[in-house]
């Protein structure tokens, strides 16, 4: 079953902060963050395996809380660089093996100067 | 240093036709996976090869996608008698192994690298 990302989209001024939130009604095994430009393939932010834990890079960061099934994605001091579209993905695991992502339907930033 | 690399970029075709779409992964990756992206949404899940064999078939619509990776390496999905619906990017990603199988090295994130897509237009 699809996560739900929210907010569907967001647009804020260069330096505010942002946060997406990915909800699924599994229990998860692990959680992935995507970016995806116009035109251009997803690239890979980070994954949080399941022990909520929180990560994070840059000012980019996220963290999973297993419990809730959520992770949220927080984008700090936004860049006009971070615009483009955020999809989390969700990986549903038994006794750690691993099957295939699952996307929400994404997150559309828009960084505006 | 290359990426993963998809052909081609953009197919337009009639109803009712065949066609193939090529992914070359990035060299050494065993694990190969196919998604399907419409306009607004996700990636969604098509299949997934682990070596020449498909692991988990289970996204593939229906009967008439089949997909192959007869070396390992290369891997060609195949659309038979296209269809308006299956117009879509069809989204090629690679990585080192899968999570959760043996070997499962530390410093395998998990991460996938994408191709940037075979825009499909069945007309």
């Known amino acids: 079953q699809q996560p739900v990302q929210s907010p569907q989209a967001v647009i804020l001024r260069e330096g505010e902060d942002a946060v997406i939130n990915c909800s699924s009604s599994?229990?998860?095994?692990?959680v992935h963050w995507y970016r995806q430009k116009h035109g251009e393939a997803p690239v890979f932010l980070m994954i949080?395996?399941?022990?909520?834990e929180q990560k994070g890079h840059d000012k980019i960061s996220a963290s999973f809380n297993e419990k809730k099934q959520q992770s949220s994605l927080y984008l700090t001091a936004s860049q006009l660089s971070y615009s483009g579209t955020y999809f989390c993905?969700?990986?549903?695991?038994?006794?750690?093996?691993?099957?295939?992502?699952?996307f929400g339907s994404g997150t559309q930033l828009t960084v505006l100067p | 240093g290359a990426g993963v690399s998809q052909t081609p970029s953009n197919k337009v075709t009639e109803k009712g036709k065949y066609v193939e779409l090529r992914c070359d992964p990035i060299?050494?990756?065993?694990?190969l996976y196919w998604y399907r992206q419409s306009l607004g949404q996700g990636p969604e899940f098509l299949i997934y090869?682990?070596?020449?064999?498909?692991?988990?078939d289970s996204g593939l619509p229906n009967d008439r996608f089949f997909a192959v990776r007869p070396e390992g390496s290369v891997s060609t999905l195949k659309i038979q008698r296209t269809e308006r619906g299956d117009s879509a990017v069809y989204l090629c990603?690679?990585?080192?192994?899968?999570?959760?199988?043996?070997?499962?090295?530390?410093?395998?994130?998990?991460?996938?690298?994408f191709g940037e897509g075979s825009r499909l237009t069945v007309l």
């Open positions: 599994k229990a998860l095994y692990s």
């Open positions: 990603a690679s990585s080192l192994s899968r999570r959760g199988e043996v070997p499962f090295w530390p410093s395998n994130t998990g991460e996938l690298f």
């Open positions: 949080l395996l399941k022990g909520g």
């Open positions: 993905g969700t990986e549903i695991g038994v006794s750690g093996s691993a099957r295939q992502l699952t």
């Open positions: 090869f682990q070596g020449t064999g498909a692991a988990d």
């Open positions: 060299s050494g990756h065993t694990a």
